[in-house]
């Protein structure tokens, strides 16, 4: 399946799909020290993240950062909404950071797969391709 995506950091990359339809708090929701978005107990770690988008604290972009520095953050992030803190956040560690431009009809076509078993890949452009591994 092809998404079409508006690339506001493009790098390539290709990754494991973690899907959380939800808005993610980085500050207080996510454990830096162990790469866990503690609310569903889920490692982000080396995956590309889809979500709806970061809320909460500024202090989140500095804990993307941490996540980074420990080797913990997500391969890429794919979202519905962009906002200040995920953007500098993405930009400080040099995260692909893509905003889906159907991401409700994402989100609907990946609900009724198993995500478990799908990789992202991004080679530039306006496209991400989603496929089982």
């Known amino acids: 399946m092809l998404i ?3 690339p506001v950091i493009a790098k390539p990359f290709t990754g494991s799909v973690l ?5 993610i708090s980085f ?4 454990d830096v020290e162990n790469s866990v978005y503690k609310p569903l107990n889920i490692h982000i770690a080396n995956k590309v ?7 909460g604290s500024t202090v989140g972009s500095y804990v993307i950062y941490g996540l980074s520095k420990r080797g913990g953050a997500p391969i890429a992030m794919i ?3 962009l906002d200040p ?3 500098s956040g993405c930009v ?6 893509l905003v889906a431009q159907n991401y409700d009809d994402l989100i609907k076509n990946l609900s009724q797969s198993s995500t478990s078993g799908l990789k992202a890949t991004y080679r ?3 496209y991400v391709e989603i496929e089982e591994q």
């Open 4 to 6: 079409e995506v508006k």
């Open 19 to 23: 899907v959380i339809d939800r808005y």
């Open 27 to 30: 500050y207080g929701e996510v």
């Open 49 to 55: 993240l889809v979500f709806k988008g970061s809320r």
């Open 79 to 81: 979202v519905k909404n």
């Open 85 to 87: 803190v995920l953007v």
């Open 92 to 97: 400080l560690t040099d995260i692909p950071l």
């Open 124 to 126: 530039g452009g306006s």
